[in-house]
Structure formats: structure tokens, C-alpha cells
């Protein structure tokens, strides 16, 4: 069988637009250093390096800022590549260390977010399609629509309002209570009580989208010919929408959320900084207070990178799920 | 024109949303107008709850909530309005050259558009309007450039199946010019979904504005919702208030465009809309 | 009730929803079905055969349309008044039924096997699946039953598709199989296979068939007995001989006269015409689509020659994928040919090589009648409109373009006010007219008609046909016909070229081809027409098979 060929083939494209997409964004990122008003050094030395003339002329000599521009770009791609982010004078520390030190958290709240909603959204929807009509459906619908039409942020804002000041159920903000014992277990449970309200948060804006998607999906697929070949061959309505429908109608629902992965990762920027939630996105959010650009760039750098493991879990589900894309048809 | 209407009234969620809409623009031009007076101004107390003589409460300085909110509605819908006009012409064109001729240029703009479509696009929203300084022209420049790939897709996809019609090929065959063929021709007929999905890209740009204003990066000189919230957050368990009211304006106005938008989508595709909504 | 009919339908009518274009899709329809006996329900678009099927199997579309008053007698039960679970244990059991479409008729995420296998699952017989399912597949024609088993459908055509179609309806060994226009979506040759296929299992297992078509030639080909219905009502039925030789019903006359028949009638000489177009050499490729799949190039035309007579209908004739469409399509330039030359009496040099910019000024010259009268008219705009754009991009003044649509119309035989309405006021033989009378704008001298008749019902394409005749009458007209039917082409060809697989097999005057067809392709594929015996009566040799 091809299947080997055509899985290494699939994950060899993926390799390579990875690497593409990381590049582009890398020649992106020193445009856009470039297109900020005033001497490049001080924009990449941030508000409280400007200051120091030292820490100037070591970034103008680090980026070889007298060179021309493409020995330039050459040059700050040669430096990416290696792992150098830049150096940020505030926090007196590597960008990249930074960086690294908090990526597991946004994965943690992003994946989670992701996956909470991909699950819930679809059963909602799915629900709703197998309820048309009826008051399940209505309910759902509107809930959905509701979600949609709300800030992440207010909503972030407004569950902290409910759930922790007024019910006390859930901590506001940061990802670990001091309180807690040196046991792994009891930590990794602490972890996930805070993690109970920014996951939802960013997740339930997918959840109102993947349920009208997958909702219409399925009543789109009841259309569909080989649904009436199953009615006919007198199977029961339960068989039909599970093995038939199901599979074929939430295709497409799994396309969407790999394309809104991207979306979805912005979107954790915007939640960490309500949450305080100890990842990349928060350090944008300080990146920026501080008009610290090597930060905001690294970030939206290793967002970039973010997405497109994303994406691989995405396009492996896809695979997994039409026999048609596994075979290379 | 009277069979457009007719579909659109049936659906009473979008009638809803179109009451709500036109409330929302009333206030945003004439609400300046009826509560003149800055929304910056200091009027009272900070932190007064919602009474009869500010409706809205006061904010972490003393400025009246309502005057904000108010004042606020004009920054959302015209950056809303403008950045999607931008970013559906930018689409719009790219869509329609890449759908009609296929090849090279399609592939380019394949790339392109996956390119925009995979990478963060709030975070790079947020860079843009950080390297070019907040106002209200940055913000409406990186709304635009992170929201045209939709629509460029959705164009594409419409001028590839078109193409392919044989009225089309029939306009070939006649002997029309190819500028004729693709906006005499071609896109009348893909103007619908086009217009559906403008009047959701309206929403999806407000709430982005709303978003980049609550992280600090609005425009300074005016009021916006987003900044509202963001500038209370400190005081958030105390004087709720603030948080709750602008967050309600925005979901509002964003839900009211959802709304239209829907009814827009079953009155202009009623094919289409029979089967199942989205 | 009658214990010897399988099925006894009484007095059935089906309502439709308030504001379709009458109250019922089908009215007071009675009859029954015999055991082991093939019947068909023949009629055009709109006559509600379709929906007679779906009746009977409870699958009719959403609650507005529904049984309104009638019975259907199956087993000792009316199954008009069934609940729809006690339905589903009939489906598929004791009645099966096939469709129209095989290439989205199968799940595409299930094996094929697993398919068949649900069969036997869901209806208690789940312990004969195992041994069951390959046996099936060996017994519609398919190649190595226990691979196909673990296929998925994307692999297989559309042929072995209904071939596995079939296999499930017939799983269960029901009494009653209904197929839908199962063979109208294949091509001629494997049609004729499926069609075997069906009557000789038909045979072997006692199952009485109800089979709905359009197509007389189907009939003729496997029907004991034939219902005629129109407009929701059954007209005229009885023995399948009778009915073809001797139809009653005004109605069945009418469609079985508008049937094109096999033997092309005698045809006025042309050895005085003037040449008006020369085709030689025309050659085309079709390279694969980039990306990382190495899918073959299609070398869809294969040196392409011909020339055709002013008053000369030159019909193409060729399955899908013989290259007939693209090479309609080099002609007009819709498509550019890698090779071959065009000459057109009156133009200056090759057609096919000169640059677009000439081209434009020649186009007048070649014009082209499209196959789908549904999609061949833009939407938005006016029919005037849509006649007059040719002219008025060629340069003609608007009141001399606005004075020949009128004129056009007239000769196309619809009236002037047609101008001012929209393409989808109109059905869709009046939107073939107007197709027509676009093409004719321009005065072309070489008119090309890539399947004009194929999308529409039998009685409607014989007017059109007459008009094309009429028209190229009168204006001396060469024609250039594309068709994948043979019988059509019978019909109305002087001369007959036959495609397959990008080459001209045969090429001659249409008396000779159809009569003695002298390449083993064409052969093969006049045999494979149905009802050859019926639609060719002084054919021997087809008479002789049908008999034997």
C-alpha cells in the first residue's frame, strides 16, 4: 500500500511550509522593524534601552546596521535561525529564553481551549442538527449566536466577575496558587483549576462557531445522496446519522478549525492578558507596554510556529478521517 | 427589490437585529450631538454606581460612563465600516484575477492568502498598530491586512466556478473583452455571498478594533469601548459598571450585524438557505 | 386483494406543497406489479414517476409532500399507512431500491464491503455477512470480489459503483427491486451491461422490477410490461410489444414519434456543396495540473481532420472522454489546440494559429450552441441582451443590434416580447432557442452545437432538432453536431465521425456508418444501444439478437 509513501510525503509538505511560513514571517518581522518611525536601533533597543549609548551601539554592531538591507535581512535571518531573538534590555534577559520559558503555558491554554471547543462545538451542533426545530435546537442556536457576537475580553472579564468574585468557584488569575504542596498531582490539579476559566473563555467562541458549522453540516449531508441510499436500504435513523452523516459532515468542521487556528492562538493574547496567565501572550502584552519590539516579534514568531503544529493536528485528523486525502486520490 | 424584503421579514431575528442597528447608528451620529460635552471631562466621583443622574455610573476617574458609551459608537462603526470596505476590495480584486486566470497568478495568490491566513493575525494586527503608532488610520490599515483573505477566497472560489459556466463561454465565443467578462459578466452573479459575508466582516472588524483598544493600543484622542473596559480593569470587582456597560454595546451592535447579516444571507440565497444556516 | 400482484397500487396520489405548479405529483394512479416481471414507468421531466418509486419506499421529500389518498398493497400491508420504523424493516428487505447517480450514491468514508454488510447487520441477518458480501460481489461482474470488499468507492467508476449498487439492493433477496434512471448516468456501452445485468438477476432470483426512465430505447430493451405517465397521471399501460407497436394514448404516440429512430432517412447529395471549413491535423493535450501527484497528461485530441460542406450537419459522435467536447471547443477557440489548422472559406489564413487579437475580427465566423440551457444563459441579464452582446462587442450599432434580435427571435419562433424577460421565465427548450438564436447573431458560417438537445426531454428536443433542420435550411449552414447519442445523430447527420479515445475511428456518409459500420468500435457501439430491434426494424442483425 502507498500509505507509508503518501504519509511521509504529507509530513515532508508539512516540514517544508513549516519552514516557509517561519521564514516569511521572520522577513516580515524585519520590515516591519524597519517601518516603525525613527533610528531602527532605537526601535529594536526598546523605551528603556534607548537610553543606554552602550547597548545602541552593540545592537548597531550585532545587526550591522550601516550594511545594506539585504545583507541586513541576510544577517537578522542568520540570527533567528540560530536561536538569537534578541536581547531585552528591560528584563535584562535573552528574548528567546524569555520566550521559551513561558511557551508552555500558552500551548497548555491554547491546545485546551482547542480541544474543549472542537469537542463541545460539535456535539452541541450535532445535537442541534438531530433536534431541528425542536426547542434544543433553538436554545442552541441562540446561545451560539450570543457567544459569537461577544469580545473575548468582556467575556473573560465577565466570567471572572461571576465565577470568582460573586460564586468563588475559580481563581482569577495566574496559573498556580502559592498555597500549594510540592506533589506533582496536586499541582497539576491546581493547574487545571485555574486553567477551568481562561480555557473556557477562549474556547467558547469556537464552540459557538464549530456548533452553527457542524449544525449546518449535518443538515447539509441529509441532502446528500448517499444518506438516501442508506434510508432506502432501510437502516435506522441512529445508524444513519452515526456512521453516515457524522463522518462525512464534520469534514469540513475540522478544515474550518485548522484554518481558524490562527485566530485561536491570537485570540490567547487577548485571554492571558485578562488572566494574567503566565504565557507568551501576556509577555506580548508587556512587550508592547514597554514598546519592547524584539519581544512582540519573538512572540509572534513562536505564535507563527504554534499555529502550525496546530495545523499538523488538524490536517493528521482530516487524514485519518477521509480515506480519500490518506490515499493521495 | 419586494421579494428581497418579503424573505427578509420573515426572519424575526434579523427584523431584531436591524432595530438594533438602526438605534446604534442613530446614537453614533446624533448621540454627540444630543449629550454634547467631552466624555474625557471629569464630571463626578470615581466609581459611582449606576444612578438617575449618570446612568451608567462613573468610571476610575469620575467621567460619565453613559457620555462614553455614547461617544464611543462612532470610533466602532466607522473603523468597522471602513477597514472591512478596505479589506473587501483588497479581496475582491485579488479573488477575481486569481479565479479568472488561474496559473501563476492564482497560485501567488494562493500562497499569499494561506500565508496571512496561518499566522496570528491579532498578534501581527497588534504589531502593525505598535510600529505605526496607534490612530485611527493604523488601526483600520492592520484590520485590513489581516481580515482581506476571506473574502479573497470566497471570490476566488465563486470566479473558478463561474468561469467554467457556459454563459461565460458563451461571452468568449461572442467575441466580449475579458474586463467586460469579469465585471459585466461574472460578478453580478457573485455579488450575493460577497455581500453576506461584508456585513459579518463589519462585526468580526469591530470586535477586533475593540480588542486592540482594550490592550492599549487605540487611537489616544478618542474614546473607544474597548478602551473603556481595558482602563477599568483594575477596578473591576469593585465598580462592575464599567466593564459591563461598553462589553454590552459591543455585543449588541455585534450581534445586531450578525443578525442582518443572516436575514441578508436568506434573502439574497434562498436556495441556499432553505438547507440548513449557519 | 389480488394474491398474485407483488405490489397493488390503487387510486395513489401524492400532494405537493401549496404553490407548486398543480396540487398533486401524482393523481389517482393505479396498477400493480406482477411477479418476476420487469415493468417501466416511462415519462419526461415532471411526470412524477420518480416520485411514484418514492412513494411506495416511504422516502418521499419532507412532510409537505406526502400521500394524500390512495393505497399501496405490498405483503399483505398497505404500506401507505405504515409507520415509518415499521418501513424501515421493509427497505431494503422485501423492497429495494436503486438510483440515478451511482457516483454519489456510496458513502465515501465506508469501505464497500463494510456497505454491504450493514445490510445484513441491521436487518437480524447478521451471521451471513461474512459469506455473503464477496459472494455478491462476484455475482454483479465485479472484478476480485475480495478486494473491491475492503475498497473505498473513490476507487471504483461508475459503472462498478451501480454494479455495487445493485449487490446491496439485492442482499437480502427482496421481492421488489426499483431502479431510478439507473443506467441514464453512465455511458452507452456500460449501460448496456448494467441493463443485462439487472434482467438476468432479475430472472435468476424471481424479483419483480419496477424500472423508471425517460428513455423508449430502455424500454424496448427490457420491459415486459410499460406505464406511461404524464403530468401526474398514468395514461396508458400494458404489454411492452403492444405499447411500442401500437400505442393507444395520444400522448404515447406523441413522445414515441418524437423518438429519434436508428436508421438515418434518406439525405439530399452533397457532392455540389461548397466547402466551407477544412479541419486538419488538430491535435491537444492536456498537461497535468502542478503539484505533487504525477497524474498522466490527457492527450484528449489525437490528430483531428475533417471538412464540412455548407448545408452539411457533420455529426461528432464519441462517449465522454473521446475528445469530441474539446475538440467542439478548439474549434471556437475556447480551448487552443497544440496543433492543426482551420481554414473557413472567406477568412484570410489558420484559424487555429492566428493570434487572439485577428482572431476577434474572425470570430463572427464560428459560433457555438452550448449544452445546458440552464446554465447557458447569464442569469442577471436580459434575453435581448444576451443576443445582442455579440453584435454590439463586434461594433454594431445598438439599433441595428436591437432590429436583428427581433428578427432572430422570430426565426427561433419566440415571440418579440422575449427580449425584455429573464432567462428564467423561460423553460428550458425556449432557452435553447434563444441559445440558438445567439449563435446565429453573428451570421456564422460554420454554426457548432456541442450537445444541444442532450439536457432535454424527448418531445422537446424533436422540436428543436426540427428547428436547427429548418434554420440550416434556410440559411445554407454547416453544421458541426456534437453528441454522445447516437440515435440523435441518426437522425439529423448527413455525415458521421466517430471519436474515441482522441481519434477519428470512422468517418463517412450517416446511411453507411449506421447500416454498415465498418470499424469494430463503432460496431460495438451500435449494439450497445437499447432497443436497437425496436428503433431499427429493417436491421436484421439487431432483431436477430434481440430474439435469441
Same mark, same amino acid.
Given at each position: 500500500?502507498?500509505?507509508?509513501?503518501?504519509?511521509?510525503?504529507?509530513?515532508?509538505?508539512?516540514l517544508?511550509?513549516?519552514?516557509?511560513?517561519?521564514?516569511?514571517?521572520?522577513?516580515?518581522?524585519?520590515?516591519?522593524?524597519r517601518?516603525?518611525?525613527?533610528?531602527?536601533?532605537?526601535?529594536?533597543?526598546?523605551?528603556?534601552?534607548?537610553?543606554?549609548?552602550?547597548?545602541?551601539?552593540?545592537?548597531?554592531?550585532?545587526?550591522?546596521?550601516?550594511?545594506?538591507?539585504?545583507?541586513?535581512?541576510l *544577517?537578522?535571518?542568520?540570527?533567528?535561525?540560530?536561536?538569537?531573538?534578541?536581547?531585552?534590555?528591560r *528584563?535584562?534577559?535573552?528574548?528567546?529564553?524569555?520566550?521559551?520559558e513561558?511557551?508552555?503555558?500558552?500551548?497548555?491554554?491554547?491546545?485546551?481551549?482547542?480541544?474543549?471547543?472542537?469537542?463541545?462545538?460539535?456535539?452541541l451542533?450535532?445535537?442541534?442538527?438531530?433536534?431541528?426545530?425542536?426547542?434544543?435546537d433553538?436554545?442552541?442556536?441562540?446561545v451560539?449566536?450570543?457567544?459569537?457576537?461577544?469580545?473575548?475580553?468582556?467575556?473573560?472579564?465577565?466570567?471572572?466577575?461571576?465565577?470568582?468574585?460573586?460564586?468563588?468557584?475559580?481563581?482569577?488569575?495566574?496559573?498556580?496558587?502559592?498555597?500549594?504542596?510540592?506533589?506533582?498531582?496536586?499541582?497539576?490539579?491546581?493547574?487545571?483549576?485555574?486553567?477551568?476559566?481562561?480555557?473556557?473563555?477562549?474556547?467558547?467562541?469556537?464552540?459557538?462557531?464549530?456548533?452553527?458549522?457542524?449544525?449546518?453540516?449535518?443538515?447539509?449531508?441529509?441532502?446528500?445522496?448517499?444518506?438516501?441510499?442508506?434510508?432506502?436500504?432501510?437502516l435506522?435513523?441512529?445508524r444513519?446519522?452515526?456512521?453516515?452523516?457524522?463522518? *462525512?459532515?464534520?469534514?469540513?468542521?475540522?478544515?474550518?478549525?485548522?484554518?481558524?487556528?490562527?485566530?485561536?492562538?491570537?485570540?490567547?493574547?487577548?485571554?492571558?492578558?485578562?488572566?494574567?496567565?503566565?504565557?507568551?501572550?501576556?509577555?506580548?502584552?508587556?512587550?508592547?507596554?514597554?514598546?519592547?519590539?524584539?519581544?512582540?516579534?519573538?512572540?509572534?514568531?513562536?505564535?507563527?510556529?504554534?499555529?502550525?503544529?496546530? *495545523?499538523?493536528?488538524?490536517?493528521?485528523?482530516?487524514?485519518?478521517?477521509?480515506?480519500?486525502?490518506?490515499?493521495?486520490? | 427589490?419586494?421579494?428581497?424584503?418579503?424573505?427578509?421579514?420573515?426572519?424575526?431575528?434579523?427584523?431584531?437585529g436591524?432595530v438594533?442597528?438602526?438605534?446604534?447608528?442613530?446614537?453614533?451620529?446624533a448621540?454627540?450631538?444630543?449629550?454634547?460635552?467631552?466624555?474625557?471631562?471629569?464630571?463626578?466621583?470615581?466609581?459611582?454606581?449606576?444612578?438617575?443622574?449618570?446612568?451608567?455610573?462613573?468610571?476610575?476617574?469620575?467621567?460619565?460612563?453613559?457620555?462614553?458609551?455614547?461617544?464611543?459608537?462612532?470610533?466602532?462603526?466607522?473603523?468597522?465600516?471602513?477597514?472591512?470596505?478596505?479589506?473587501?476590495?483588497?479581496?475582491?480584486?485579488?479573488? +477575481?484575477?486569481?479565479?479568472?486566470?488561474?496559473?501563476?497568478?492564482?497560485?501567488?495568490?494562493?500562497?499569499?492568502?494561506?500565508?496571512?491566513?496561518?499566522?496570528?493575525?491579532?498578534?501581527?494586527?497588534?504589531?502593525?498598530?505598535?510600529?505605526?503608532?496607534?490612530?485611527?488610520?493604523?488601526?483600520?490599515?492592520?484590520?485590513?491586512?489581516?481580515?482581506?483573505?476571506?473574502?479573497? =477566497?470566497?471570490?476566488?472560489?465563486?470566479?473558478?466556478?463561474?468561469?467554467?459556466?457556459?454563459?461565460?463561454?458563451?461571452?468568449?465565443?461572442?467575441?466580449?473583452?475579458?474586463?467586460?467578462?469579469?465585471?459585466?459578466?461574472?460578478?453580478?452573479?457573485?455579488?450575493?455571498?460577497?455581500?453576506?459575508?461584508?456585513?459579518?466582516?463589519?462585526?468580526?472588524?469591530?470586535?477586533?478594533?475593540?480588542?486592540?483598544?482594550?490592550?492599549?493600543?487605540?487611537?489616544?484622542?478618542?474614546?473607544?469601548?474597548?478602551?473603556?473596559?481595558?482602563?477599568?480593569r483594575?477596578?473591576? =470587582?469593585?465598580a462592575?459598571?464599567?466593564?459591563?456597560?461598553?462589553?454590552?454595546?459591543?455585543?449588541?451592535?455585534?450581534?445586531?450585524?450578525?443578525?442582518?447579516?443572516?436575514?441578508?444571507?436568506? +434573502?439574497?440565497?434562498?436556495?441556499?438557505?432553505? =438547507?440548513?444556516?449557519? | 386483494?389480488?394474491?398474485?400482484?407483488?405490489?397493488?397500487?390503487?387510486?395513489l396520489?401524492?400532494?405537493?406543497?401549496p404553490g407548486?405548479?398543480?396540487?398533486?405529483a401524482?393523481?389517482?394512479?393505479?396498477?400493480?406489479?406482477?411477479?418476476?416481471?420487469?415493468?417501466?414507468?416511462?415519462g419526461?421531466?415532471?411526470s412524477?414517476?420518480?416520485?411514484?418509486?418514492?412513494?411506495?419506499? !416511504?422516502?418521499?421529500?419532507g412532510?409537505?409532500? @406526502?400521500?394524500?389518498?390512495?393505497?399501496? #398493497?405490498?405483503?399483505?400491508?398497505?404500506?401507505?399507512?405504515?409507520?415509518?420504523?415499521?418501513?424501515?424493516?421493509?427497505?431494503?428487505?422485501?423492497?429495494?431500491?436503486?438510483?440515478?447517480? /451511482?457516483?454519489?450514491?456510496?458513502?465515501?468514508?465506508m469501505?464497500?464491503?463494510?456497505?454491504?454488510?450493514?445490510?445484513?447487520?441491521?436487518?437480524?441477518?447478521?451471521?451471513?455477512?461474512?459469506?455473503?458480501?464477496?459472494?455478491?460481489? !462476484?455475482?454483479?461482474?465485479?472484478?476480485?470480489?475480495a478486494?473491491?470488499?475492503?475498497? %473505498?468507492?473513490?476507487?471504483?467508476?461508475?459503472?462498478?459503483?451501480?454494479?455495487?449498487?445493485?449487490?446491496?439492493? $439485492?442482499?437480502?433477496?427482496?421481492?421488489?427491486?426499483?431502479?431510478?434512471?439507473?443506467?441514464?448516468?453512465?455511458?452507452?456501452?456500460?449501460?448496456?451491461?448494467?441493463?443485462?445485468?439487472?434482467?438476468?438477476?432479475?430472472?435468476?432470483?424471481?424479483?419483480?422490477?419496477l424500472?423508471?426512465? @425517460?428513455?423508449?430505447?430502455?424500454?424496448?430493451?427490457?420491459?415486459?410490461?410499460? &406505464?406511461?405517465?404524464?403530468?401526474?397521471?398514468?395514461?396508458?399501460? !400494458?404489454?411492452?410489444?403492444?405499447?411500442l407497436?401500437?400505442?393507444? @394514448?395520444?400522448?404515447?404516440?406523441?413522445?414515441?414519434?418524437?423518438?429519434?429512430?436508428?436508421?438515418?432517412?434518406?439525405?439530399?447529395?452533397?457532392?455540389?456543396r461548397?466547402?466551407?471549413v477544412?479541419?486538419?491535423?488538430?491535435?491537444?493535450? %492536456?498537461?497535468?495540473?502542478?503539484?505533487?501527484?504525477?497524474?498522466?497528461?490527457?492527450?484528449?485530441?489525437k490528430?483531428?481532420?475533417?471538412?464540412?460542406?455548407?448545408?452539411?450537419?457533420?455529426?461528432?459522435?464519441?462517449?465522454?472522454?473521446? &475528445?469530441?467536447?474539446?475538440?467542439?471547443?478548439?474549434?471556437?477557440? $475556447?480551448?487552443?489546440?497544440?496543433?492543426?489548422?482551420m481554414?473557413?472559406?472567406?477568412?484570410?489564413?489558420?484559424?487555429?494559429?492566428?493570434?487572439?487579437?485577428?482572431? @476577434?475580427?474572425?470570430?463572427?465566423?464560428?459560433?457555438?450552441?452550448?449544452?445546458?440551457? %440552464?446554465?447557458?444563459?447569464?442569469?442577471?441579464?436580459?434575453?435581448?441582451?444576451?443576443?445582442?452582446?455579440?453584435?454590439?462587442?463586434?461594433? #454594431?450599432?445598438?439599433?441595428?443590434?436591437?432590429?436583428?434580435?427581433?428578427?432572430?427571435?422570430?426565426?427561433?419562433?419566440?415571440?418579440?416580447?422575449?427580449?425584455?424577460?429573464? /432567462? #428564467?421565465?423561460?423553460?428550458?427548450?425556449?432557452?435553447?432557442?434563444? !441559445?440558438?438564436?445567439r449563435?446565429?447573431?453573428?451570421?456564422?458560417?460554420? $454554426?457548432v452545437?456541442?450537445? /444541444?438537445?442532450?439536457?432535454?426531454d424527448?418531445?422537446?428536443?424533436?422540436?428543436?432538432?426540427?428547428?436547427?433542420?429548418?434554420?440550416?435550411?434556410?440559411?445554407?449552414?454547416?453544421?458541426?453536431?456534437?453528441?454522445?447519442?447516437?440515435?440523435?445523430?441518426?437522425?439529423?447527420?448527413?455525415?458521421?465521425?466517430?471519436?474515441?479515445?482522441?481519434?477519428?475511428?470512422?468517418?463517412g456518409?450517416?446511411?453507411?456508418?449506421?447500416?454498415?459500420?465498418?470499424?469494430?468500435?463503432?460496431?460495438?457501439?451500435?449494439?450497445?444501444?437499447?432497443?436497437?430491434?425496436?428503433?431499427?426494424?429493417?436491421?436484421?442483425?439487431?432483431?436477430?439478437?434481440?430474439?435469441?
Amino acid at each position: 500500500m502507498s500509505g507509508g509513501l503518501n504519509t511521509a510525503r504529507f509530513l515532508g509538505g508539512w516540514l517544508l511550509k513549516s519552514a516557509a511560513v517561519l521564514l516569511a514571517v521572520m522577513t516580515l518581522n524585519f520590515f516591519l522593524l524597519r517601518l516603525a518611525p525613527g533610528d531602527p536601533a532605537v526601535v529594536m533597543a526598546g523605551e528603556a534601552g534607548a537610553s543606554d549609548a552602550q547597548f545602541l551601539e552593540q545592537i548597531r554592531k550585532d545587526y550591522g546596521l550601516d550594511r545594506p538591507l539585504p545583507e541586513q535581512l541576510l *544577517n537578522y535571518v542568520t540570527n533567528v535561525a540560530k536561536g538569537n531573538l534578541g536581547y531585552s534590555y528591560r *528584563n535584562r534577559r535573552p528574548v528567546a529564553d524569555m520566550i521559551l520559558e513561558r511557551l508552555p503555558a500558552t500551548m497548555l491554554l491554547t491546545v485546551s481551549a482547542f480541544v474543549l471547543a472542537l469537542l463541545l462545538g460539535t456535539a452541541l451542533g450535532v445535537l442541534a442538527a438531530a433536534r431541528e426545530g425542536r426547542w434544543q435546537d433553538g436554545a442552541i442556536t441562540v446561545v451560539a449566536l450570543a457567544f459569537y457576537a461577544m469580545p473575548l475580553f468582556w467575556v473573560g472579564l465577565l466570567m471572572i466577575l461571576f465565577f470568582s468574585a460573586y460564586l468563588g468557584w475559580f481563581p482569577a488569575f495566574g496559573m498556580a496558587s502559592f498555597t500549594v504542596s510540592g506533589n506533582a498531582f496536586a499541582r497539576a490539579l491546581d493547574t487545571t483549576w485555574h486553567l477551568v476559566l481562561p480555557a473556557f473563555t477562549l474556547g467558547l467562541f469556537y464552540v459557538a462557531t464549530y456548533a452553527r458549522l457542524a449544525r449546518a453540516s449535518i443538515l447539509e449531508v441529509k441532502h446528500q445522496d448517499f444518506v438516501r441510499t442508506a434510508r432506502a436500504k432501510g437502516l435506522p435513523p441512529g445508524r444513519i446519522l452515526r456512521a453516515h452523516m457524522l463522518r *462525512n459532515a464534520l469534514l469540513p468542521v475540522i478544515t474550518f478549525a485548522g484554518i481558524q487556528a490562527g485566530q485561536l492562538v491570537g485570540g490567547a493574547v487577548v485571554v492571558e492578558t485578562v488572566f494574567a496567565w503566565p504565557g507568551i501572550g501576556r509577555l506580548a502584552f508587556e512587550g508592547l507596554l514597554q514598546r519592547d519590539y524584539n519581544l512582540l516579534m519573538g512572540v509572534f514568531l513562536l505564535s507563527a510556529m504554534m499555529v502550525m503544529v496546530i *495545523n499538523l493536528m488538524t490536517d493528521l485528523l482530516y487524514r485519518v478521517a477521509d480515506p480519500r486525502v490518506r490515499a493521495g486520490a | 427589490m419586494k421579494d428581497f424584503w418579503a424573505i427578509y421579514r420573515r426572519n424575526k431575528g434579523s427584523i431584531i437585529g436591524l432595530v438594533i442597528l438602526v438605534v446604534v447608528l442613530i446614537v453614533a451620529l446624533a448621540g454627540p450631538l444630543l449629550m454634547p460635552g467631552d466624555p474625557w471631562e471629569i464630571k463626578a466621583r470615581p466609581l459611582l454606581p449606576p444612578s438617575t443622574t449618570f446612568l451608567m455610573g462613573t468610571d476610575v476617574l469620575g467621567r460619565d460612563v453613559l457620555a462614553g458609551v455614547v461617544h464611543g459608537a462612532q470610533v466602532s462603526l466607522l473603523i468597522g465600516l471602513v477597514s472591512t470596505l478596505v479589506a473587501v476590495t483588497l479581496g475582491l480584486l485579488l479573488g +477575481a484575477f486569481a479565479g479568472y486566470f488561474g496559473g501563476p497568478v492564482d497560485d501567488i495568490v494562493v500562497r499569499i492568502t494561506e500565508f496571512v491566513q496561518t499566522i496570528p493575525s491579532f498578534i501581527l494586527a497588534m504589531v502593525l498598530v505598535a510600529v505605526l503608532g496607534p490612530s485611527i488610520g493604523s488601526i483600520v490599515i492592520s484590520i485590513a491586512v489581516v481580515t482581506w483573505p476571506p473574502v479573497c =477566497r470566497l471570490v476566488r472560489a465563486e470566479f473558478m466556478s463561474l468561469v467554467q459556466r457556459e454563459f461565460v463561454e458563451a461571452a468568449v465565443v461572442s467575441g466580449q473583452r475579458t474586463a467586460n467578462i469579469i465585471f459585466r459578466e461574472i460578478l453580478p452573479n457573485a455579488l450575493s455571498p460577497i455581500i453576506v459575508m461584508a456585513s459579518l466582516m463589519v462585526a468580526t472588524a469591530i470586535l477586533t478594533e475593540s480588542a486592540l483598544s482594550f490592550m492599549g493600543l487605540g487611537d489616544p484622542n478618542r474614546i473607544s469601548w474597548g478602551y473603556m473596559i481595558g482602563a477599568a480593569r483594575s477596578a473591576l =470587582r469593585q465598580a462592575w459598571w464599567i466593564s459591563v456597560f461598553p462589553g454590552a454595546a459591543i455585543f449588541l451592535t455585534v450581534l445586531a450585524i450578525n443578525l442582518v447579516g443572516e436575514g441578508l444571507n436568506d +434573502a439574497l440565497n434562498p436556495r441556499l438557505a432553505r =438547507r440548513g444556516r449557519v | 386483494m389480488n394474491e398474485t400482484l407483488v405490489i397493488d397500487i390503487r387510486n395513489l396520489s401524492v400532494a405537493l406543497p401549496p404553490g407548486a405548479d398543480r396540487p398533486f405529483a401524482i393523481e389517482d394512479v393505479s396498477f400493480a406489479l406482477l411477479p418476476q416481471e420487469v415493468l417501466c414507468i416511462v415519462g419526461e421531466s415532471g411526470s412524477g414517476k420518480s416520485l411514484t418509486s418514492q412513494a411506495i419506499m !416511504g422516502l418521499l421529500p419532507g412532510p409537505e409532500v @406526502h400521500i394524500a389518498s390512495g393505497s399501496i #398493497h405490498f405483503e399483505g400491508r398497505d404500506l401507505a399507512t405504515l409507520e415509518d420504523r415499521e418501513m424501515q424493516a421493509l427497505r431494503g428487505a422485501r423492497i429495494a431500491m436503486i438510483f440515478q447517480e /451511482p457516483m454519489t450514491a456510496l458513502n465515501p468514508v465506508m469501505r464497500v464491503g463494510d456497505q454491504i454488510t450493514e445490510m445484513f447487520r441491521f436487518h437480524g441477518r447478521a451471521h451471513e455477512a461474512a459469506d455473503r458480501v464477496v459472494e455478491l460481489l !462476484g455475482a454483479v461482474g465485479l472484478p476480485d470480489p475480495a478486494s473491491i470488499k475492503d475498497a %473505498y468507492p473513490f476507487r471504483l467508476s461508475g459503472g462498478q459503483r451501480q454494479r455495487v449498487m445493485i449487490a446491496m439492493a $439485492l442482499a437480502l433477496d427482496p421481492a421488489v427491486l426499483i431502479a431510478d434512471e439507473p443506467t441514464t448516468a453512465l455511458d452507452v456501452m456500460t449501460q448496456k451491461q448494467i441493463l443485462a445485468l439487472i434482467k438476468d438477476l432479475q430472472r435468476e432470483r424471481h424479483t419483480s422490477c419496477l424500472f423508471i426512465t @425517460h428513455d423508449f430505447g430502455v424500454v424496448a430493451e427490457i420491459a415486459d410490461r410499460v &406505464g406511461v405517465m404524464q403530468s401526474g397521471k398514468l395514461v396508458e399501460i !400494458g404489454p411492452a410489444r403492444e405499447i411500442l407497436e401500437q400505442p393507444q @394514448h395520444p400522448y404515447t404516440r406523441r413522445l414515441i414519434a418524437a423518438v429519434p429512430r436508428l436508421e438515418p432517412p434518406d439525405r439530399a447529395p452533397l457532392s455540389d456543396r461548397k466547402t466551407i471549413v477544412e479541419v486538419k491535423g488538430v491535435d491537444k493535450t %492536456y498537461a497535468s495540473r502542478g503539484g505533487w501527484l504525477k497524474r498522466r497528461p490527457v492527450h484528449a485530441v489525437k490528430d483531428a481532420s475533417f471538412s464540412v460542406r455548407s448545408g452539411e450537419t457533420l455529426a461528432i459522435v464519441g462517449q465522454s472522454g473521446s &475528445g469530441k467536447s474539446t475538440l467542439a471547443r478548439c474549434m471556437v477557440r $475556447l480551448v487552443d489546440a497544440d496543433a492543426g489548422s482551420m481554414t473557413l472559406a472567406g477568412a484570410e489564413g489558420d484559424l487555429l494559429r492566428m493570434s487572439k487579437s485577428r482572431f @476577434h475580427r474572425h470570430r463572427p465566423l464560428v459560433q457555438m450552441v452550448f449544452q445546458d440551457p %440552464y446554465a447557458s444563459l447569464n442569469p442577471r441579464h436580459r434575453v435581448g441582451d444576451i443576443i445582442a452582446k455579440g453584435m454590439l462587442a463586434q461594433g #454594431h450599432p445598438r439599433d441595428a443590434a436591437a432590429a436583428r434580435v427581433k428578427s432572430l427571435l422570430e426565426l427561433v419562433q419566440l415571440d418579440a416580447s422575449a427580449a425584455e424577460r429573464f /432567462p #428564467h421565465e423561460f423553460s428550458g427548450g425556449q432557452r435553447q432557442r434563444i !441559445g440558438i438564436a445567439r449563435a446565429l447573431a453573428l451570421e456564422p458560417k460554420l $454554426l457548432v452545437a456541442d450537445e /444541444p438537445v442532450s439536457a432535454l426531454d424527448v418531445s422537446i428536443q424533436a422540436q428543436v432538432l426540427e428547428l436547427l433542420a429548418e434554420i440550416q435550411q434556410r440559411l445554407d449552414l454547416a453544421v458541426l453536431f456534437i453528441t454522445h447519442d447516437l440515435r440523435v445523430a441518426a437522425q439529423i447527420a448527413d455525415t458521421v465521425a466517430v471519436m474515441h479515445q482522441g481519434e477519428i475511428v470512422e468517418h463517412g456518409p450517416a446511411r453507411r456508418i449506421f447500416l454498415e459500420p465498418q470499424h469494430e468500435y463503432t460496431r460495438a457501439l451500435i449494439a450497445a444501444i437499447p432497443g436497437r430491434a425496436w428503433l431499427a426494424p429493417s436491421d436484421r442483425i439487431a432483431r436477430q439478437e434481440a430474439t435469441s
